[in-house]
């Protein structure tokens, strides 16, 4: 493929994307295949010969899409949102043809100084504290990370380090080893199963706190557990916080949480993975209110902000406590021209607009539920996260009788597209 062809099949495949995107509710949202579908697809061993862009193509529609769950289907009701746009597309085309692998300033210094500066203006848009600000002196700042997962690990393995520097500054016959085994970190029970793998993987221990009636941790509780792990002989180093629990959307107390870690010598990493786009709308910046107590806070754009996966904000408050733990890998993609082109071509009042466009989606979905006497909403609605149920005992034999054919309405998520809509869902078959 010469330049020559590539402008042809380039603007080819922008007219099949677009297409895919305008008319992805035609097609089924879940794959209806055994696992093991592919391989009777396609040769078992790559062509000796090149094959033609046509067939590979045609291969398209007769391999993949059969096997493809359409996430940005308004027919798609699984896992939180992921976020995409047309301005994240192009620049993730741009990305690709760049092609730096950005692992310091000289290996592309574009790529290195886009990232901090998008960071600041994210987190300008979030009213972060200024400690949080790179800026051109800043102490702390932002880096791209690829999940919320290696968010939480690189926060855990910072705190662990810094919590060995301190033990050992105080006794500097205590081995590393022997410091390491005394180490425990806490989590809500109701964390990402992603925070106790991080703890897995930072060979920690880690204790799960129970939460309140709101499914959010209090003071009373952790402060209580640190006590017990004091006396016990360990040395509590590390709590995280979540602000929009995968469950139920819950957010801890952060201005309780955090001036208890402040005193107890406590990392506080905040997991607003969900949630934290919510936090551009002034009306919902509360939810972020004792931020300043953290030592790190990280939230998803590709979940809700227009920015496609893969982009994980964090920020530090003090890099220095954790430029030895960045990122896992060494090389990094140009994913910083997602968020210029969206911020750029959306506007804070675009991106606004599109998160309070999906609260209202969902507090129009709560209001109908409520009108419902067969449900029950099962947990507070904050933001695009609706719980509810049945209102059936688990121990009550559920009869056929019990559920007739019944018409729930259930929101669907936006496509790429921006459109929104409400579908019919039977529960004859429950």
Not at 305 to 324: H, P, Q, T, Y
């Amino acid at each position: 493929m010469d330049a020559a062809e590539f402008r042809r099949r380039g603007k080819e495949m922008v007219d099949y994307v677009a297409d895919y995107l305008e008319n992805i509710e035609k097609r089924p949202v879940y794959p209806d295949l055994e696992p093991g579908y592919l391989r009777s697809l396609i040769p078992n061993e790559a062509p000796l010969e090149p094959e033609s862009y046509e067939d590979i193509i045609k291969d398209v529609e007769r391999v993949i899409m059969p096997g493809v769950t359409h996430w940005h289907s308004p027919y798609f009701f699984a896992y939180f949102p992921a976020a995409s746009s047309y301005p994240a597309m192009v620049a993730d085309m741009l990305c690709g043809a760049i092609g730096c692998i950005g692992f310091s300033w000289a290996a592309s210094p574009a790529c290195t100084e886009l990232e901090t500066v998008m960071l600041d203006w994210l987190g300008k848009m979030l009213q972060l504290p200024e400690c949080f600000i790179a800026g051109t002196h800043g102490r702390g700042g932002g880096v791209i990370q690829g999940t919320a997962s290696e968010a939480t690990l690189m926060s855990l393995l910072a705190a662990r380090c810094k919590a060995v520097r301190r033990v050992q500054a105080i006794n500097a016959k205590k081995s590393e080893s022997e410091i390491l085994s005394k180490l425990v970190a806490y989590t809500s029970d109701q964390a990402h199963s992603s925070v106790e793998r991080a703890a897995l993987i930072g060979a920690v221990m880690m204790r799960k706190v129970p939460t309140d009636n709101h499914y959010a941790v209090r003071k009373e509780m952790l402060k209580k557990m640190v006590e017990e792990d004091k006396a016990a002989g360990l040395i509590p180093f590390y709590f995280c916080a979540t602000l929009g629990t995968t469950p139920s959307c819950a957010f801890d107390h952060l201005t309780e949480l955090g001036p208890l870690c402040n005193e107890e010598n406590m990392w506080m990493h905040i997991d607003a993975a969900y949630a934290g786009s919510a936090f551009v709308c002034p009306e919902f910046r509360p939810l972020l209110n004792g931020v300043e107590f953290a030592d790190s806070f990280n939230f998803n754009p590709h979940k809700w902000l227009l920015v496609n996966f893969d982009c994980s904000a964090m920020w530090v408050k003090e890099r220095a406590d954790i430029i030895g733990h960045w990122q896992i890998p060494l090389g990094r993609r140009f994913r910083s021209l997602k968020m210029w082109f969206v911020f750029r071509m959306y506007g804070l009042k675009g991106l606004q607009a599109h998160i309070r466009k999906q609260v209202a989606l969902a507090k129009e979905f709560e209001s109908l539920v409520r009108a419902d006497k067969r449900f029950e909403i099962c947990a507070e609605v904050v933001l695009g996260l609706v719980c509810f149920r049945l209102k059936v005992t688990w121990s009550q034999k559920v009869k056929k009788s019990h559920l007739e054919t019944s018409k729930v309405y259930i929101l669907a998520s936006h496509d790429a597209t921006n459109r929104f809509s409400f579908q019919k869902v039977l529960l004859n078959d429950l």
